[in-house]
């Protein structure tokens, strides 16, 4: 069950009578500009930049209603890197958040059937890189995360569609789960772990475009390197091997398109697998053959850290591994 902090506006203006509505909407304006005001802790270096932050008090004020939101959220995913306190802002701005899950809710009927225009896209997506910098700031990830915020954006992970609007709208959202991992934080992985988001994020390993995978590898690499997450993924025989499985079938198609990028994070995931002496003891079974031939050499010719994690898996592999008088690795009794 999903609690929202806030109440959007326009969901008020299907109570109150317009009048009514109006003068709320204006008493809203004002307390929102006091609230952002009382969050401005950080001195203002040159009075471009209080111009600046006066404009993004108005651009949050606006989110609160349709009319002016959808600008409201281009101006603002546009600054979004250049305001480091606009997480706070936006989330206890009244009815901000609220608004930004309407944004997203509004395009579930366009996801099956798929008939998200690229229009509907951007917007949506303006409005998730809003949320990207909420939960990728320490004030508010944890709220973020309480408010079970993350679970919204898991109908577009489910999405299939290989067109651009679907592909934008799915990287953006493993955008934002990428910046909750990327904080190595217990409580982040504790979360996703009740969620659906290690076989989201296979899903998209197998069949996404190459940045789709790689940002969906980086976020199974996050949650292996938790000595959580990787008890977790080995736990069971079928986690264990579909993880494996998905990494197998990765290093093929590498194999004959190769991405730099892409094979390093493959590659630090197989390694903190070997770090589980079940696992371990599976991936001298199942480790592809290209990880042990030259298959990449060129590929990582000059990429020393994957070249020393690929040894390191090698070494994992090979140690405490029986073997006859040849050298030859003896199967398991």
Known sequence: MYVFRKAPLVFMENIFPLKLCCRVR???????????????????PTA???V???????????????????????????????????????WHSFGTIAALLQEIVNIYPSINPPTLTAHQSNRVCNALALLQCVASHPE???????????LFLYPFLHTVSKTRPFEYLRLTSLGVIGALVKTDEQEVINFLLTTEIIPLCLRIMESGSELSKTVATFILQKILLDD?????????YERFSHVAMILGKMVLQLSKEPSARLLKHVVRCYLRLSDNPRAREALRQ?????LKDTTFAQVLKDDTT????????????????????????????
Not at 33 to 41: A, D, F, G, P
Not at 140 to 150: E, G, K, N, V
Not at 286 to 290: A, G, I, K
Not at 326 to 333: A, T
């Open 228 to 236: 959580t997450g990787l008890a977790y993924i080995c736990q069971t």
């Open 306 to 333: 994957t070249k020393r994690w690929l040894a390191q898996l090698v070494k994992n592999l090979q140690e405490g591994q029986v073997t006859d008088p040849r050298g030859i690795p003896l199967p398991p009794q």
């Open 48 to 50: 471009l930049a209080q």
């Open 286 to 290: 199942c480790l592809p053959d290209q």
């Open 140 to 150: 508010t990830r944890s709220a973020f995360l309480a408010a079970h915020i993350p």
């Open 26 to 44: 204006l008493g809203l304006t004002l307390i929102n500009s006091y609230l952002l005001s009382c969050l401005h802790l950080k001195p203002v």
């Open 52 to 90: 600046d932050r006066e404009k993004i008090y108005q651009w949050i004020n606006e989110l609160s209603s349709p009319e002016t939101r959808e600008n409201a959220l281009l101006e603002l995913s546009k600054k979004r890197e250049s305001v480091p306190d606009l997480a706070p802002m936006l």
